[in-house]
């Protein structure tokens, strides 16, 4: 009797996991490097792809997991363009026709 093969794992390139995943690279990257998200691998010296269930199970916990949005950030300590508090007295009149 034949034995049964396992199935095909199917891989994708990087403009299919756009399609499914619209994230930066960089953020992809991170999330990799963190253990965050399905690691890519070398196919060939030059063609790197990542595992399609493995990505299609991480979108399913992703969607199954409730994640908070990020606090918005605090103004007021920007560096390169400072919120100042204007004092009503130093606000300048609208010109008057």
Same mark, same amino acid.
């Given at each position: 009797m034949a034995q049964? *093969? +396992?199935p095909l794992r199917r891989t994708i390139k990087k403009p299919e996991l756009h399609q499914m995943v619209p994230l930066a690279d *960089?953020?992809?990257w991170e999330m990799e490097r963190r253990g965050e998200f +399905?690691?890519?691998f070398l196919l060939t010296p030059r063609c790197v =792809?990542?595992?399609l269930a493995e990505v299609e199970a991480w979108l399913e916990r992703r969607r199954n997991q409730p994640i908070r949005r990020a606090p918005p950030p605090d103004v007021r %300590? %920007? =560096?390169s363009r400072? =919120? %100042?508090t204007l004092d009503r007295s130093e606000v300048p009149l609208p010109p008057a026709h």
């Open positions: 049964a *093969s +396992p *960089s953020t992809i +399905p690691k890519r =792809v990542w595992d %300590r %920007r =560096v400072p =919120v %100042r």
